[in-house]
């Protein structure tokens, strides 16, 4: 089963813009990861969030967690073309197995 | 630099065909995960590993096995492969949940079962 929702599926924007992407997930957190994916690759950790936090900044992105909505979102300040790729939220569940639970990702494109 | 290595990037395999995907990582991490990615599916756990010989099912099992039998090596098997199995797998290691760290993925195998 699918805990993170992305929202939207695709984002297109010009150079220089701020992207912010959306996750909503169904159950009570430990934590909750962004990763981002270029075409065809392997997926780099971006950013982790832990339950107990509402807000984290890592260079030019901010990400945010509302627990009592079950949602985080994801900015990417003046966005560079080499921005170009999909996202990815992943939750680790506060009970049960030790898994990461991904959502189906938002398609990020940069107008040069 | 830390890395997770699967064995190979481009796969062709024919239908009924047994497939090993290997999967290595040198950062000595209890947890070990084997991903499918679809398009407009996102990614898909199919087993998972939380020390040597210890495993567990992901939410779409059916059609694959494991095997841990290093703490550095954990591979999927595709016990007789179909064509529905062509898909993007992705292997991925991390530290127990208590230590509160990303998982870190290798570049991707992209398997075509003809």
């Known amino acids: 089963s699918q805990q993170g929702e992305e929202d939207p599926q695709a984002l297109s924007i010009q150079e220089g813009e701020n992207a912010t992407m959306n996750c909503s997930y169904k159950?009570?957190?430990?934590?909750l990861q962004w990763y981002r994916q270029n075409s065809g690759r392997g997926l780099v950790h971006l950013i982790l969030i832990r339950s107990n936090e509402r807000e984290k900044h890592s260079g030019r992105l901010r990400v945010t967690l509302d627990t009592s909505k079950k949602s985080s979102s994801l900015l990417i300040t003046a966005s560079r073309a080499a921005d170009t790729a999909s996202y990815f939220c992943?939750?680790?569940?506060?009970?049960?197995?030790?898994?990461?639970?991904f959502g189906t990702g938002t398609r990020l494109t940069i107008i040069p | 630099d830390v890395k997770v290595t699967q064995s190979s990037r481009y796969l062709v395999k024919r239908t009924g065909e047994k497939v090993f995907l290997e999967c290595v990582q040198d950062?000595?991490?209890?947890?070990m995960f084997w991903y499918r990615q679809d398009p407009g599916l996102g990614l898909r756990l199919i087993y998972f590993?939380?020390?040597?010989?210890?495993?567990e099912k992901g939410d779409i099992p059916e059609g694959y096995s494991v095997s841990r039998e290093k703490k550095e090596r954990f591979s999927l098997i595709l016990e007789s492969a179909s064509t529905n199995q062509t898909s993007m797998y992705l292997c991925?290691?991390?530290?127990?949940?208590?230590?509160?760290?990303?998982?870190?993925f290798g570049q991707g195998t992209r398997l075509t079962v003809v």
């Open positions: 159950t009570s957190i430990n934590n």
């Open positions: 590993s939380y020390d040597v010989k210890m495993k």
């Open positions: 950062m000595d991490h209890e947890n």
């Open positions: 992943a939750t680790d569940a506060l009970y049960g197995n030790e898994k990461l639970t």
């Open positions: 991925a290691s991390s530290l127990p949940r208590r230590y509160n760290t990303e998982a870190f």
